[in-house]
């Protein structure tokens, strides 16, 4: 591969709320673009291109809103990409961002993720029933839930597994200033005393619906070099795709998933992830996909993903931390959450995790998933430049 | 850095309505079969997969989905989606190619317009705080931004007229377009000064390209188009903040990729006024040869408008009709985010 190497040299990102109404959309962006140049030590001048991501347009009700941001993003005579795949989105765009870089067509790109869901309903974009096209009608609850039961039944996995890593991930974002929910007092016993809403997944086990935005600037080598601090290199990206529906997909392990695992610890040159890899940001908007992904990634390869949860493996001081930042779990704007999940695993290797910082992480992964679990894109990123 | 050229390039016929569903199933499907058959190729040989269409459009979310079962994308593809023209898949998939990453990319571009009322539509990418809640409609804008030019002496009605007039003409030898022939004397007038020859028809469609590096290319066509340079830019979404009658980020786009010693031009212009601007800012002589294919006067399906220029562009490379061309594609109100590519027969 003749690719060029390329670091993420800051990231920045929204406080996350159910609405976000003291700012509009531009509002919004520039609080994490903000951020992110100001992390970044870089100016506007130093921005070659902005590439811009968020799922849905009718979550908002605007057609292509990224033409109207375009001044807000600081791209009026620059380039702008707008990618769109479903709830990966915020992945795709990093790695989109990033390969502008490796490609050696730019120094320095700006990526940028929202979603204001409050200015629309995502029950309502997501309902929707065009002709032909299987309806939902439930919202993404309705439609994982069968998935998840149908991981329960193949693994075996007993039932407080789930509570397990809503309460893990809520404590974990009690340390994250930016995050949606952050509930330090959350036990095992109120996440199970929490309601039913699509059985099994609890109240407590879902995904909040944010307001939020995440910004990062990735560059090359030089570009990395005149940064004063560190960087997070990125060792390797991996995006697959297949349909959402047909006759034996397994909708519960995806090969998608599968594959772009395999490519990516291929490309990363890790043999054994769960002893190589020091921190984990994986997009679980449902508890239970924690195990589920576990396995899917790679990390559970003779266990059952649910025995390493269990275990404990997963906590902060474990083996492997997943989601010391809260995750999805605490904040879930959409399009951003799955760059916020990419952003959080650079923030880990940089040394820049706060409270929640997990000492000596020198790899981490950004994981996200989106529409009927068939989108994947994710990449890993390290303290050193990789070989 | 290495090369990428465009070896193939199929397109659906561009229809008023198709009886297709939204999501461009039915329309891409004969498409993908007709460039795999062009370029003897098959899936298993493509390593990106990128795509460009709206949600919007399809009037509802997630559209593109539903699209990647025209592909049978099993096993799983490396794949992904710009919500604009499929003119930028198209650059993201050039980028993937230059990475080493990718050999072999195959972009489509898809869109229904027929699914709603296209001018009311299109009002909603205005700023919505603002601008949308006004509903200025795309028609109408685009007869504001006529105007200007007509007032200011930049152009007159009858450019305007010879504009729509060589496309419908050049338009009677293509078998995909959607109307050509002579214009009609009294063709109604839809928004002062717009007469119906003056503004696209309202297209569904589909099409298809693929790239490949350079070397691989020359191993499936004797002629491939070999992309030289490929830029896009965006201006200012405020309406009252630029020039309307200036094309400033087509200029910078068509300086950054390269664009000069152009024989032919496929321009992205829906309005025949808006090929006036683009022919100035992309500085093209009168020597050069503009949408031989008929443009998009005489059909123009939304997110794929754009990539059927680079494809009729590089179509002219690979018939040794001319051996530099360029293609444009554009994307917003009025102008207001612009791709050039400039493709040539030899690096």
């Known amino acids: 591969m003749s690719a060029r190497r390329a670091a993420i040299l800051g990231t920045g990102q929204t406080h996350h709320r159910t609405k976000r109404t003291d700012v509009s959309m531009p509002g919004l962006i520039r609080e994490a673009i903000d951020r992110a140049m100001a992390d970044a030590h870089v100016e506007w001048r130093d921005i070659d291109a902005v590439v811009i991501g968020k799922a849905p347009d009718l979550f908002e009700g605007v057609m292509m809103p990224e033409l109207f941001l375009a001044d807000a993003l600081g791209a009026v005579g620059k380039p702008l990409l707008r990618v769109h795949t479903a709830g990966s989105v915020g992945g795709s765009t990093s790695i989109v961002a990033a390969t502008q870089v490796m490609a ?208 404990g493996a997963t906590e902060r001081s474990g083996e492997l931390p997943v989601n010391p930042s809260g995750g999805v779990l605490c904040s879930n704007p959409i399009g951003a959450s799955g760059m916020l999940r990419f952003a959080e695993a650079a923030k880990q290797v940089m040394g820049r995790a706060g409270d929640y910082q997990i000492d000596g992480a020198r790899k981490a992964l950004g994981h996200a998933y989106g529409g009927g679990s068939q989108y994947f894109a994710m990449w890993l990123v390290g303290a050193d430049k990789p070989e | 850095m290495r090369n990428a050229a465009v070896v193939g390039f199929a397109q659906s016929p561009s229809v008023r309505s198709t009886q297709g569903t939204t999501n461009g199933v039915e329309m891409l499907v004969p498409v993908l079969s007709e460039i795999f058959a062009q370029t003897g190729l098959t899936k298993a040989d493509i390593d990106f997969w990128c795509s460009g269409s709206s949600d919007y459009l399809a009037g509802r979310a997630f559209s593109f989905i539903a699209a990647v079962d025209a592909i049978g994308a099993f096993p799983p593809i490396n794949e992904s989606h710009v919500e604009c023209d499929a003119a930028w898949a198209v650059y993201e998939a050039w980028i993937k190619i230059l990475t080493g990453e990718a050999d072999t990319a195959l972009v489509y571009g898809f869109g229904k317009s027929s699914a709603g009322e296209l001018r009311r539509v299109l009002s909603l990418q205005l700023d919505p705080y603002t601008v949308a809640p006004l509903w200025p409609d795309s028609i109408s804008l685009a007869a504001m931004q006529a105007r200007l030019g007509l007032e200011s002496g930049r152009w007159t009605e009858d450019d305007m007229a010879a504009v729509a007039a060589r496309s419908l003409a050049d338009a009677t030898s293509n078998p995909h377009a959607q109307r050509s022939g002579a214009l009609t004397d009294n063709a109604p007038l839809i928004a002062d000064p717009l007469h119906s020859y003056d503004v696209a028809p309202i297209s569904d469609g589909a099409a298809a390209l693929i790239l490949t590096t350079e070397e691989r290319a020359r191993d499936l066509i004797e002629r491939p188009a070999i992309i030289s340079g490929i830029d896009h830019r965006i201006d200012s979404a405020v309406l009252g903040a630029r020039d309307l009658t200036d094309s400033p980020s087509t200029r910078t786009a068509a300086a950054a990729a390269g664009a000069r010693d152009i024989e032919i031009a496929e321009l992205h212009a829906p309005f025949s006024h808006q090929e006036l601007i683009l022919r100035e800012a992309l500085e093209l002589s009168d020597a050069v040869r503009i949408n031989p294919s008929g443009g998009p006067l005489a059909g123009n399906p939304m997110f794929a408008g754009g990539l059927i220029r680079i494809g009729e562009a590089a179509k002219r490379v690979h018939s040794g009709d001319a051996s530099r061309v360029l293609a444009h594609a554009t994307s917003g109100p009025l102008l207001q985010q612009n791709l050039v590519a400039v493709m040539e027969a030899q690096s």
Not at chain 1, 244 to 264: C, E, I, S, Y
Not at chain 1, 298 to 310: H, I, M, N, S, Y
């Open chain 1, 104 to 311: 050696g067509v730019h120094r320095r790109v700006l990526a940028v993720a929202f979603e204001k869901q409050s200015e629309s309903n995502a029950m309502w974009g997501l309902s929707i029933a065009p002709p032909f096209s299987m309806p939902v009608g439930a919202g993404a609850g309705g439609y994982f839930a069968p998935h998840v039961r149908a991981y329960i039944q193949r693994s075996g996995a007993p039932e407080h597994i789930g509570a397990m890593v809503a309460v893990k991930d809520r404590r974990n974002g009690a340390l994250n200033p930016y995050a949606h929910l952050r509930q330090p007092d959350i036990t095992l016993e109120s996440v199970q005393a929490s309601q039913m809403l699509w059985d099994p997944i609890r109240y407590d086990e879902t995904c909040p619906s944010s307001d939020g935005a995440c910004a990062m600037v990735i560059g090359d080598e030089e570009a990395a070099a005149a940064v004063d601090g560190t960087v997070a290199w990125i060792h390797a990206t991996a995006m697959r795709t297949e349909p959402t529906t047909f006759a034996g997909r397994d909708q519960v392990n995806p090969q998608a998933g599968k594959d772009a695992a395999a490519a990516l610890w291929r490309a990363a040159g890790i043999d054994d992830p769960l002893r190589e890899v020091d921190a984990a940001e994986i997009y679980v908007p449902f508890s239970w996909f924690e195990p589920m992904w576990l396995e899917n990634l790679g990390f559970a390869r003779d266990t059952p993903g649910w025995k390493l949860t269990e275990a």
